[in-house]
């Protein structure tokens, strides 16, 4: 059964940092790209980076380039992002989620096949 497990998040000041983890099973995490995205109270499901299957094609949204970074280890069936500089209105529900697509990834939610459950993160003084 395939399964997406975040983690990582939690309450940090602004001008923090966190990283989150998304802890796949069940499949062969090198056979998807691998995208994150927040959804904030209210507010519609947003992508922010994604990952492709090798590693080695990245892509950010505006809101979060140069302050997140996406990362993965497809022996240790990791994907990592690391954000810095955070902001209270980075403030949401973080997922990861999986896509069966070859080359290319996008940050677009409807064409992911996978989600995790979700992680909380706060960014609050």
């Known amino acids: 059964q395939l399964q997406l497990v975040e983690s990582g998040g939690g309450l940090v000041q602004p001008g923090g940092s966190l990283r989150l983890s998304c802890a796949a099973s069940?499949?062969?995490?090198?056979?998807?790209?691998i995208g994150w995205f927040r959804q904030a109270p209210g507010k519609e499901r947003e992508g922010l980076s994604c990952i492709s299957r090798t590693g080695g094609i990245t892509n950010y949204a505006d809101s979060v380039k140069g302050r997140f970074t996406i990362s993965r280890d497809n022996a240790k069936k990791m994907v990592y992002m690391q954000m810095n500089r955070l902001k209270p209105e980075d403030t949401a529900v973080y997922y990861c989620?999986?896509?069966?697509?070859?080359?290319?990834?996008?940050?677009?939610?409807?064409?992911?096949?996978?989600w995790g459950q979700g992680t909380q993160v706060t960014v609050s003084s």
């Open positions: 989620a999986a896509d069966l697509v070859w080359g290319l990834c996008t940050i677009r939610p409807k064409e992911y096949d996978y």
């Open positions: 069940g499949f062969a995490l090198d056979s998807y790209a």
